[in-house]
């Protein structure tokens, strides 16, 4: 039974975020740096750190010591594109967000997303510095759009 009363957007919320952190688990040479889940959206910038391996591990994502079938995790040699990246953290989310609504296979995404090649210091601290303000950023344009 859902609560009325409850916010149910924190617990989606969360889910998209530990969805985030948990790339590190699937991905062997990936970094994470800046993240903001918005209500709509979410940001973030992902450094791949060369090649690499998937840690592939059959019916889950999380980097386990030993698989299900007690033998030890497989990796498989492969470049890790922000493609795949993106794609395994958007089918993580959904999937965690569709369990909180009870659902399979629901829509959470939309299949594309904007990406950008961050070419310096100075551009790392500008979409650094974004993504740390986007919420107040929305609060204040959710303000305006209220007058």
Known sequence: MRLPEYDYSLDAKLAVDS????VLDVFANVELDEFVV????????VWIMGEGAYRL???TWKNDDMR???QPPVCVEKFETLSNIIGAFK??????INKLRGVIGAP???KSYYDRIIRNDYEL?????YIRNNPIKWEEDRDTRRV
């Open 125 to 129: 601290e500008q979409i650094q510095e």
């Open 68 to 70: 299900r079938d007690g």
């Open 57 to 59: 591990h059959p019916g």
């Open 19 to 22: 969805a985030w952190h948990s």
């Open 38 to 45: 918005m209500p709509n959206h979410s940001h973030g910038i």
């Open 91 to 96: 089918t993580t989310a959904a999937t965690r």
């Open 108 to 110: 959470v995404w939309q």
